[in-house]
Structures are given as structure tokens and as C-alpha cells.
């Protein structure tokens, strides 16, 4: 979209960017409520912003359904 982390920081009422620093690095995981509002930013939907992450625990519930 072409936002730096101040532009994404000043739409989420952030004084600083510390946060999205985080976020893009790995080293934290945004709120459930900054998630969504990153999704509305960055016109996606929530587990397209964490793919992986999201890939993962599809992977592992299907497992567990399947073996009941």
C-alpha cells in the first residue's frame, strides 16, 4: 500500500512506531483489535497478514479433527 510504519502508526492513534517495528519483525503479535484494524488498512483479510502463522493452525486442527 505503500504506508510507512508512521503513516500505519498515526491510523492505529499510535505516538510512535515501536509497535509496527515489532510486528514486522516478528518479536510481537498485534492485538486481535489492532489486527483487524491493520486488515481494514491494508485491505486484506486478518490470516492473509499472518499466512504462516495462520497455515499452521488450520494444519494442526484439521490434524486433530481427523484423528477423532
Known amino acids: ?11 492505529l492513534g499510535f505516538t510512535g512506531t515501536s509497535k509496527i517495528s515489532r510486528w514486522e519483525k516478528g518479536e510481537r503479535m ?15 483479510l486478518p490470516n492473509d497478514l499472518y499466512y504462516d ?4 493452525v488450520k494444519k494442526n486442527i484439521r490434524k486433530k479433527e481427523s484423528s477423532k
Do not use: E, F
Open 53 to 56: 502463522l495462520w497455515q499452521d
Open 1 to 11: 500500500m505503500g504506508y510507512s510504519q508512521k503513516d500505519v502508526a498515526d491510523m
Open 30 to 44: 498485534p492485538s486481535v483489535k489492532n489486527l483487524l484494524k491493520l486488515s481494514v488498512i491494508y485491505a486484506t
